[in-house]
């Protein structure tokens, strides 16, 4: 009965001690994504927004000539782009690198998704809701852009591009146009 | 076993249970809440009860932006709907066939067309009530159209569209043996962003506003998605046609329009 | 001794055809996307194969094994015939109609939405009715899991339940409670729009309903599974349950946690505040807990079966295992794949890491790893202990089945690696063609060949285990003797009352419930103005 009893103790014992690795892996995971979103201010969507996807195209910033890349005053950029069965609008969007870039995006219908290739841009683009991203893009590139949830028989049609272009080109763009896009004419 | 008190302090697991599990919801919500978006740099909240009502989910409005640009040229302002239509009446439908005498002369006595404009019978009512609009705010422009639609009322449009949508839809004008669907029509081009036609155009799936294609004249067709392709046509919303036809190339434009004049209707 | 036999045979083979039938279609959905198919033209055809693949793996698939699994752990724990058998019937009923009514409309093209619904995507009400009676008909039998465990209860006060039962019980409840928010989404928002009742729908609510089923849905998934690992594994190797009441935890454990954290699958959706994302965060990674509770509590078992065998030392113990008893193979390759996969699951459940992956084949090959994988490599398993208990046959084909179990392990590893890897590329999720002559895709062309090569396995590794379960039916009879579980270590006899029974369990699931999900689904209830246009499928609007 004591061996019985002893044995017990033991396992008894090194269930906590397991138990305390288990709580301790699991708080170093916490720790790990609160050091993350407090050391690089990463907060996924900081704000809900709401917009109706009816009237997108005939008033506010979703029309069709306000869409694109903005320059702000503080040397920033800002894109706006939406989604809708099977494009994107603008099809192709360029930013100059390494500027910081907000993304506004927002759904005229269904469930669309907004993914920029080998970049950490991602995200869900739903009726009704405007999505936004601040990103970055180091260096010169050009990236598929497609839409990563389905959205109906036309999903694997919907394919867009991003040109990130130096900054001196992305300038003598902005010199002659408010809301630039990299759409072949 | 059964006399130990469950819910209540002196149970050891109860105590245990509720002060851990609130305990980490606490401290996760006060991180959530309160820590991490006061430390954001990208987005400035104005003071911490906007930062914590953000985090909540409270809607919010847009940060002040730069004035929209708008464009020069006229763009559609038709909201659509696959509802607002529903329901023509025998009057509705009386009506239009009245206003539609004045149509004949290009669209047909019964909505076919014997010249290259587009036919009209059985067209999807909310197309043609679209497109009458849009002629009418100067969305979309021509010549002919333009100066007829200039003194169609609300009503006069509703009840048009509602009689050609009543109209049925008649044989092949257009005689050919129909061929295979080219590659354009049945796949489209992946990454050029042009996805098959019959995801919008056709039976099992169609996006309110696509217009019936089947049987129409393929001059008409290939006018028509190579003035997307330029923007000499823009009323469709948001881009939607003209960012398919600007990728299209030429050969592809004249397959995809003879593969639906040469469709059954 | 099973009374209800044929109840679970029905089970079980219903389970497993559809089982069968989806196997073939994701394989089918592998090629034709590949390079080595050509496009298929009409796309829609995909997609329709999506959705049949979708729902029958994850709503009626594991809904099966579970339910049937549980009336034969309801007779072999409790000791006695199951009470209410005319309900279970009706149950697999209901099941079996929801699932017919379902199919048809997929098969017809009138549903093609997928088996995540993606409301403002509206397909044919007959659709959803199917998948709300396949929800109902599991509730029965959720009904009747409770209504058997406070009979036995009842009849025997001072015995603690045994702990097959217990965490049979605790699945159903966290079942019956999951499935409330698919359910509240079905029900009154998109049937709704299905019948034409109602012409617009709040997406974003939708998605926040769904999430709430969707992450738990996998626990339920993984119920069987881990009754598995504690309550058969040990007995068929010839070993010892390390810990009774450290499995009752991680039972009781799951059902807190598994339901408070949906929302990391809307890290990347506009409708939700990011306080809660945090928080919805923070509660994934607590539930690993149970599963690292879990994962020392086996491998000790384990470890005692290898010592009973006469292995001494450090590791000596590792070869001393009866490595060619399928049960041992089974659950080795469970864990290898619960390891990768749960790897895999920290990615996703961090708030930043998970941007880079969001709904990329990435996760498409980490779900296929852990249910796939991992969990369902245990219901062959289940299936394989139970088999001579139902037939009364023997199951001896053991080749076969170590050559299913390897195929199934090689292959799902052969499917899911690549996948992961053209995940973090870039590559979307469920597209019907990839165009792999473009230079940005084609360094993805080989990736997506390994996993056809994948899934051409699992295939045949399927077909042996319908081989192995039929050739059961015909072998000689046998008398298999009574179904017994894993015995303890330390039996126990007695159990603190919060370890009997749920009451505490189920509290606080429903409370953290209430404070991670109450705010948000407020919330956007009260909005007035983001309620979308429907977009209906399947059928040309004029």
């Keep these: 009965m004591t061996e019985h009893a002893d044995s ?92 910081q870039v907000t993304i506004r995006a927002t759904s005229a219908d269904v469930i669309h998704g907004f993914l920029i290739e080998h970049s950490n841009v991602n995200t869900m683009l739903v009726p009704g809701y405007i999505s936004t991203i601040v990103t970055r893009f180091p260096a010169p590139s050009e990236r598929l852009m497609p839409c990563h949830e389905f959205c109906g028989a036309g999903h694997e049609g919907m394919w867009g591009r991003i040109k990130v272009i130096n900054k001196a080109a992305f300038a003598k763009l902005a010199a002659d146009q408010r809301r630039m896009t990299c759409v072949a004419q | 076993m059964s006399t130990e008190p469950r819910f209540s302090h002196r149970n050891r697991w109860f105590t245990i249970a509720v002060v851990v599990t609130a305990l980490i919801a606490a401290t996760s919500a006060a991180m959530g809440f309160v820590v991490l978006p006061s430390l954001q740099t990208n987005t400035r909240f104005t003071g911490i009860w906007d930062a914590i009502c953000s985090a909540a989910g409270l809607v919010r409005a847009a940060p002040a932006g730069q004035p929209v640009v708008q464009a020069n040229y006229k763009t559609t302002d038709v909201i659509l709907s696959s509802s607002t239509l529903d329901g023509s009446s025998a009057i509705s439908i009386g009506r239009g066939a009245t206003l539609a005498m004045r149509c004949t002369m290009c669209h047909g006595t019964r909505g076919v ?93 169609y996006k309110t506003g696509s217009a019936w294609l089947e049987g129409e004249s393929s001059v008409y067709l290939q006018a028509q998605l190579k003035a997307f392709a330029s923007g000499a046509r823009h009323n469709d919303i948001s881009e939607q046609m003209r960012n398919i036809a600007r990728g299209m190339s030429s050969a592809e434009i004249e397959a995809a329009a003879q593969y639906y004049a040469n469709q059954p209707q | 001794m099973l009374h209800s036999k044929r109840l679970i045979l029905s089970h079980f083979w219903l389970a497993f055809a559809g089982f069968g039938v989806a196997l073939l279609l994701g394989e089918w959905q592998m090629f034709i996307r590949s390079p080595l198919h050509a496009w298929i033209g009409d796309p829609e055809v995909y997609y329709r194969s999506v959705t049949a693949h979708g ?41 079996a109609v929801g699932t017919v009514t379902a199919v048809i409309p997929v098969s017809l093209g009138l549903a093609s939405v997928l088996y995540t619904f993606y409301p403002p995507l509206i397909g044919s009400p007959f659709y959803y009715i199917g998948i709300v009676l396949v929800v109902v008909g599991s509730w029965i039998w959720v009904a009747l899991m409770s209504v058997n465990l406070y009979a036995w209860k009842r009849a025997n006060p ?29 029900l009154f928002q998109i049937i709704p729009a299905a019948l034409g009742l109602t012409t617009t ?34 007995r068929a190797i010839g070993g010892r349950l390390f810990s009774d009441p450290m499995a009752r935890i991680s039972f009781a454990l799951f059902l807190v946690v598994a339901m408070p954290i949906g929302v990391h699958h809307l ?78 699951g920290l990615i996703n459940m961090s708030y930043q890491l998970d941007a880079s992956i969001h709904n990329t084949q990435w996760i498409t090959g980490h779900f296929h790893l852990i249910f796939g994988g991992a969990i369902v490599i245990m219901y062959f398993a289940i299936a394989y202990d139970l088999w001579p208990h139902l037939t009364g046959r023997a199951l001896d084909s053991f080749e ?61 590794s399927g077909a042996l285990f319908i081989a192995v379960l039929v050739r059961g039916h015909l072998a ?34 429903v409370a953290l419930t209430v404070i991670n999900y109450g705010f948000p689904i407020v919330h956007l209830l009260s909005l007035s103005n983001t309620s979308v246009p429907v977009v209906t499928i399947g059928a040309a609007g004029r």
């Excluded at chain 3, 009879?477 to 039996?491: C, K, L, M, N």
Aim: aromatic share 12%; hydrophobic share 50%.
């Design chain 3, 158 to 186: 001072d015995v603690p339940v045994p702990l097959a039962m217990f965490a049979n019980v605790a699945g159903s409840y966290l079942w019956a409670w999951t499935a409330v928010g698919a359910a509240i989404e079905l």
């Design chain 2, 113 to 205: 067309s014997e010249a290259d404009s587009p036919n009209l019978a059985g067209q999807y009512i909310m197309v043609i009530f679209k497109q009458l609009q849009d002629y009418k705010s100067g969305a979309r422009t021509n010549a002919v159209m333009t100066p007829r639609v200039a003194d169609l009322t609300d009503r006069d449009m509703r009840d048009l569209a509602a009689y050609y949508a009543y109209l049925p839809r008649l044989p092949p004008y257009h005689p050919a043996t129909a061929g295979p669907a080219p590659q354009i029509v049945e796949s489209g081009a992946p990454m050029r962003n042009i996805a098959p036609c019959a995801t919008c155009h056709g039976t099992l799936y």
């Design chain 3, 400 to 460: 076969m089945m170590r050559m299913q179990l390897w195929s199934w392990f090689i292959g799902m590893i052969v499917l899911t690696f690549p996948w992961h890897y053209v995940g973090i590329l870039g590559m979307p999720r469920r597209m019907a063609f990839y165009d792999y002559t473009d230079p940005a895709i084609a360094p993805q062309a080989l990736s997506v060949i390994a996993s056809v090569i994948g899934g051409a396995i699992l295939v045949v």
């Design chain 1, 8 to 99: 017990a103790t033991v396992a008894a014992r090194m269930e906590r001690r397991w138990g305390t690795v288990s709580i301790g892996i699991i708080l170093a995971l916490v720790f790990m994504a609160a050091y993350i979103g407090v050391h690089q201010g990463v907060m996924p969507q900081p704000r809900v927004e709401t917009v109706d996807p009816r009237t997108l195209h005939i008033a506010g910033e979703f029309i069709e000539s306000n869409l694109g890349t903005a320059a702000e005053p503080d040397g920033s950029v800002t894109v706006r782009a939406i989604g809708q069965q099977y494009s994107f609008t603008p099809q192709c969007i360029v930013v100059p690198a390494d500027t």
């Design chain 3, 476 to 509: 000689a009879r046998v008398e298999p003797g009574e179904y017994r579980f894993s015995i303890a270590v330390h039996q126990p006899h007695r159990v603190p009352v919060a370890l009997n029974g749920f009451g505490l369990w189920v509290s606080l699931m």
């Design chain 3, 55 to 95: 729902t029958a793996m994850a709503y009626v698939f594991p809904t099966l094994v579970a339910m049937g699994f549980g009336y034969a752990i309801t007779e072999a724990a409790l000791k006695r015939p199951l009470i209410g058998g005319k309900w279970a019937w009706a149950g697999f009923a209901l099941v």
């Design chain 3, 267 to 344: 890290f990347a959706d506009p409708e939700v505040g990011a306080g809660f994302k945090f928080m919805h965060s923070v509660f994934t990674a607590f539930v690993a807990v149970p599963t690292l509770l879990t994962v020392f509590t086996i491998c000790a078992s384990v470890e005692i079966a290898g010592r009973l065998r006469g292995g001494k030392g450090v590791l000596g113990w590792l070869t001393a295992l009866p490595w060619r008893n399928p049960m041992m193979l089974a659950v080795t390759f469970s864990f290898v794949m619960l390891g990768f996969g749960g790897a895999g």
């Design chain 3, 201 to 234: 729908i709040d997406a974003g609510l939708a998605r926040v309903f769904f999430s709430w089923t969707l992450h738990a849905i996998v626990y339920f998934w993984l119920m069987p599974t881990y009754i598995a690992y504690y309550t058969i594994i040990p």
